[in-house]
Structures are given as C-alpha cells and as structure tokens.
C-alpha cells in the first residue's frame, strides 16, 4: 500500500492548534479525507477522522452528546455512567472513524502528511496560491442525488436541488415602481428631503 496523493488545506486562524486539513490517496484507488494536522508539543502530527459519539435516551430514544445532562428532547435526567472511559479513565467523547491499526502504517501515514504539510507552507507563500484540498461542504448541498439502490433512500433519489438565482436589483419595498411605459422613474412627489438644512 501507497501514499499516491496527499492534499492539504491550511487553516489561517491565529492561535489555533488545528494547522489543517488533509485528504490522503492510497494506491490511486482510496481515498480518506478530513485527516487533522496539529500543532503539538514536539511539532505538528496527524489525527484520524472521527466522529462525535452519542448515546440514546431511555425514555424517548433521542441521540444526545455523552456529556448532556438532560435529553434533549423529553427532558429526562440521563445516567452519568453511559460515558464509556478509556485506559486513561477520561471519557471517551469520539470515535476514529478510518485509522491505522499498525505503527509501520501509523508512521508511514504521519511522515508523509508532515512532509506535504511543510511544503504547503511553502507554497502558501507564493503569489496565486490556490489549495488543491477538496471542500464538499457547499457542493454536497446541491449534489445530484444517487441512484435507487446506490444507498440512497427513495425520497433522497426523488428529490432534486437547484440553486435559487438572486432576483436583479432591490427587492420588497425598496423596489421603485415604473409606468406603463416600462421607464424606471418612482412615481409621486419626488421631493423627498426638501426643506431638510
């Protein structure tokens, strides 16, 4: 197994740990995206992608985050013993969602992404930078939906998204009303603000 492409998208907030995120291409054929890079102790290192961890409500079986006290939707006091701990005893809030389960691949995976981390610093310095980092926050809301028998459930292969173009100039109110004559000219007195010194 190789490292075939590493993509990386720096974040520019002072004083942040989070230095980036990371999308990783194995052997062409895979890839695992939203890898973390942050600013550590002994110098920056990767974190797997993860995933919030929740637990259900006994009463009324809404997801609640592990440290609310109260469910969210019924109101029911949840028991403090569900926060599962790790070895450490702390409580145990995410899970790794994609990780290596060896150190060889561990390291492989950390080495690489430090190195491409370093130049694209360097890189951000150039003029005309751009982050070849793929972001699908904004394309995922207008994605074409899948195929029926692709994962999708049937009402999201139905449904469709379109943009909504922005109306041309002023809108409500402040829109001036024409004439017949199709001219832009508001109706009425126009003088507004006369007398005003």
Known sequence: MEITEVRIKLIQEAGDRLQAFCSITFDNSFVVRDLKIIEGASGPFVAMPSRKLTSRCPQCACKNHLKA??????????????LMKDDSGRA?????IAHPINAACREMIQDR???????EVDRAQQPGYVSRYDDYDLEEEFAEPREIGEGAPREA????????QPAEGPRGPHKPRTHATGDRRPRGNNNFGA???
């Open 157 to 164: 292969a139905q449904r469709t998204h379109t943009k909504v």
């Open 195 to 197: 007398g005003i010194l």
């Open 113 to 119: 992404v430090v190195q491409e981390f370093r130049a």
């Open 69 to 82: 006290a109260y469910c969210n939707q019924c109101g029911l006091r949840l028991n403090e013993s569900r």
């Open 92 to 96: 145990k809030l995410y899970a790794d």
